[in-house]
């Protein structure tokens, strides 16, 4: 057979352009996209995600008795317990989607291949971590009707809405961004997906045990005063017709005759909140914003998370008395205060996960930049 | 023009891979890279691909220097691995297409380019059929497609042949020869030796790291080498020949005049063959 090549002096392309740059990306997206959506392995995996979901909404919804009447409220609490799945489930699927993105191409012999076109090692690997975004994507996107439907349940505000699920799609992409960069670090496609687990792992449950165990374990002296008041001689005197009471039935400084005090140590959890900071949910949770009964307490699940990661931040009180003789003895800061007057650690949590998986990106990319110097040991070019 | 490579070395912690590689191939013809397993050919061609850093030493690649220029290699390179990969799910057409727009080309001549070269490889009655159904030589095939997508100036070809059936080897030679003549520059590593002879023009030796000089080739070529004749009634006998082809020709003479009725007269081993053999031994 005679070939049909046309002589050198003409290209059948142009050089790439800038406007080119993301074309490139999204080829590389597309390229990885194609191969997972002809596989049954991914279908297989939502269906079994939608079915979960299903359970855990109708689970959950029977649990707080969100269908009964007069339940104002409890819907917030399935939409919470949804939108926590959600991220539970994704966080478990996207390290599997992602964890070989790179180095399975390198076993496969496909990556060689690649880095021999005209794309950069950059856009290789954005395009990689933009196709196992994507994919994770699609976990959010199965979720939506049960999230909408708990919404309209719980008659919960559009910003509650926007502001959880960006919070778990920014997360999504934080995951999968890890994964692809650790696949292009690691040599081996089981490491890279095991230590992309761990890190979720780290960063969902071991931030928790460290806040418990570091809190816990640092503790200071606690000092607690009471003074009752000698009620007898109150009822006495009230009937001899002297006045033994301040305002509001509260007895006069000088019947709180019977003081009992106890000392004992207590954990420091405002020495090691900001460990939470970097847990997902926390940061779900905090981020979203909270809407208060007119008693202020917060209206949904995220809210009374939030006031317990919030409550962590306050210094105990070293010293504390009691006494039936001051007015002010039952006033205490209700759960809005305590919200309104601590500091708000989503965004740093946030900010870190995204720096963290930016530096894995980064890594990755210096590792398929070819012509490459330096090969870990063992490692394969093609 | 072509590929120029000057005292190449790479190792890799302390096996020294290519240790001095240096030698030319021109453009307008098929330079075949010759050497024993390990002797440092499939190195040598991930640093010609722009892959691999050299640690010491300049490639040229139609005068751009992959290690300032990886783009402007690329652009102009086409490699042909010798591990099959392929994306296992993507049909044969696609793989095409995707890799055309990899190289930058708008959606339109991807796929035109994509058809046009499916035809070229005789892989249009499987087109669309996954890449992972592919027999080892289908995916040969696919694999030079590949290299042809952005047509390339100059072709690094590493064991193309191998697991071709004796119909596509033929038409993988002449398809080689095709692009030389049309002023491309190939370069094609292979072991085997007859398959190259036909096509290469010039042959470069690797042994142990290092190109071997051409007075060891010449002095290797004109060294003792066996010859073969047959005769009308089917005996085959093989002679022993010292001084290369003139050499050759008297014996021929003399079996003549002794009356001996040769039909076929020629080398028992093709010309590479007998240097790389003579090479080994001479190690």
Same mark, same amino acid.
């Given at each position: ?20 740059w ?17 596989g049954?392995a ?29 339940s ?9 317990i ?5 991220l539970?489930l ?8 992602s ?21 950069t ?50 997360e999504m ?6 994964g ?6 690691l ?25 418990a ?6 503790r ?61 949910y926390v940061?779900?949770s ?17 809210g ?34 305590i ?6 650690s989503w ?11 930016g ?7 210096t ?16 | ?18 240790r ?18 390990g ?25 751009r ?21 392929? @994306?296992?799910?993507? /049909? ?11 190289? %930058?080309? &708008?959606? =339109? #001549? +991807?796929?035109?380019?994509?058809a ?11 087109a ?27 072709l ?6 191998s ?26 590593s ?27 080739v ?8 066996? @010859?073969?004749?047959? /005769? ?7 002679v022993?020949?010292?001084g %290369?082809? &003139?050499? =050759? #020709? +008297? ?33």
């Open positions: 057979m005679t070939t049909t090549f046309e002589p050198q002096t003409e290209q059948h392309w142009s050089p790439p352009q800038r406007a080119s993301w074309a490139g990306v999204w080829t590389i997206a597309s390229i990885e996209l194609r191969q997972r959506v002809r049954v991914a279908y297989v995996l939502l269906g079994v995600f939608a079915f979960i979901l299903l359970l855990v909404t109708i689970g959950a919804a029977l649990a707080v008795g969100a269908w009964a009447d007069g104002e409220g409890a819907g917030g609490a399935v939409y919470a949804v939108m926590v799945v959600t539970l994704a966080t478990l699927v996207s390290p599997a989607l964890g070989n993105a790179i180095n399975g191409d390198r076993e496969e012999g496909t990556l060689a291949t690649t880095q021999v076109t005209l794309i090692a950059t856009q290789l690997v954005l395009g990689k971590v933009l196709a196992a975004w994507i994919t994770t994507l699609a976990f959010a996107v199965v979720a939506v009707p049960f999230i909408l439907y708990t919404v309209i349940l719980g008659g919960l505000s559009p910003s509650t809405l926007v502001v959880s699920f960006l919070i778990i799609v920014i992409g934080v995951i999968a961004a890890a692809v960069g650790l696949s292009g670090i040599r081996k496609p089981l490491m890279s997906v095991v230590v992309t687990y761990l890190i979720v792992a780290a960063l969902s449950i071991g931030t928790l045990i460290a806040f165990i570091v809190g816990a374990s640092v200071s002296h606690y000092t607690y005063v009471s003074e009752s008041a000698d009620w007898a001689r109150v009822d006495r005197d009230e009937r001899a017709g002297l006045d033994p009471y301040q305002a509001d039935r509260v007895p006069k400084p000088e019947y709180c005759t019977e003081v009992y005090s106890y000392e004992s140590d207590v954990p420091r959890f405002d020495t090691v909140w900001w460990v939470l900071a970097a847990n997902p940061i779900l905090d981020a979203v914003p909270t809407t208060y009964d007119r008693y202020g307490s917060p209206n949904d699940v995220f009374f998370i939030k006031l317990g990661i919030r409550q962590a931040q306050i210094t105990p009180q070293l010293e504390e008395h009691y006494s039936d003789c001051d007015p002010n003895r039952y006033e205490s800061s209700e759960p809005r205060n919200i309104e007057t601590t500091v708000p965004f740093v949590g946030l900010a870190l996960h995204i720096a963290g998986a530096l894995l990106v980064w890594g990755a990319i590792r398929v930049r070819a012509p490459a110097r330096r090969l870990g040991a063992g490692q394969r070019i093609a | 023009m072509g590929i120029i490579v000057e005292h190449a070395a790479r190792s890799f912690g302390d096996v020294h891979a290519v001095d590689a240096t030698f030319i191939a021109r453009p307008g013809e098929v330079t075949a890279l010759v050497g024993p397993n002797s440092g050919k499939t190195t040598l061609l991930l640093m010609l691909a722009s892959l691999l850093a050299p640690d010491t030493g300049r490639i040229l690649i139609e005068g220097d992959p290690m300032t220029d990886p783009l402007g290699v690329r652009a102009v390179t086409g490699w042909m691995p010798d591990i099959l990969g392929s @994306w296992g799910t993507l /049909t044969a057409r696609e793989t095409l297409t995707l890799t055309g727009r990899l190289y %930058g080309m &708008p959606n =339109a #001549a +991807a796929q035109s380019r994509a046009e070269l499916l035809g070229l490889v005789d892989l249009d009655e499987l669309d059929r996954p890449t992972k159904v592919l027999s080892r030589g289908q995916k040969q095939r696919l694999s030079l497609a590949r290299a042809l997508v952005h047509d390339p100036r100059v690094l070809l590493d064991e193309p042949a697991g071709l059936d004796p119909a596509a080897r033929v038409h993988l030679r002449t398809m080689l020869r095709g692009f030389a003549d049309e002023g491309r520059t190939i370069l094609v292979s072991h085997i030796l007859s398959e190259l002879e036909e096509m290469a023009d010039t042959a470069v030796f690797m042994d142990a790291g290092t190109t071997v000089s051409d007075e060891r010449a002095a290797a070529k004109s060294s003792e080498r066996a @010859w073969r004749y047959t /005769t009308v009634d089917g005996r085959t006998e093989t022993m020949i010292a %290369g082809e &003139p050499d =050759a #020709a +008297a014996v021929l003479a003399g079996l003549i005049r002794d009356g001996v009725q040769v039909v076929t007269f020629a080398p028992a081993v093709g010309d590479l063959e007998h240097t790389f053999l003579d090479l080994e031994a001479g190690r």
